[in-house]
Nanobody
Framework: QVQLVESGGGLVQPGGSLRLSCAAS????????MRWYRQAPGKERELVAT????????SYASSMKGRFTISRDNAKNTVYLQMNSLKPEDTAIYYC?????????WGQGTQVTVSS
């Protein structure tokens, strides 16, 4: 019943911006932390950003801090990732994540490619 659907990925030039969205359903969205992860080719999955249930507190991996912003709209059951000053090393599949009870849930992922 829990569903997470990412969108907004695509091809962008270095230095460009992109905003990812994750539409959630099947759980009380406003009661849960949300996270963005990414996985680049040949690399392990890494945590990008976390946002608390009310959106008051956010945290970021050091390589993304200052360039990426996580936010949420609980009225729309959607979490966002605004990505600015994109670099080729940001190329990855980006995944939306939450933990309901003791179980993690993942979206299908959206591809972000940063290339000239």
């Amino acid at each position: 019943q829990v569903q997470l659907v990412e969108s907004g990925g695509g091809l962008v030039q270095p230095g460009g911006s992109l905003r990812l969205s994750c539409a959630a359903s099947g759980f009380t969205f406003s009661s849960y932390f949300m996270r963005w992860y990414r996985q680049a080719p040949g690399k392990e999955r890494e945590l990008v950003a976390t946002i608390t249930s009310a959106g008051v507190t956010t945290s970021y991996a050091s390589s993304m801090k200052g360039r990426f912003t996580i936010s949420r709209d609980n009225a729309k059951n959607t979490v966002y990732l605004q990505m600015n000053s994109l670099k080729p090393e940001d190329t990855a599949i980006y995944y939306c994540n939450t933990i309901v009870g003791v179980r993690p849930f993942w979206g299908q992922g959206t591809q972000v490619t940063v290339s000239s």
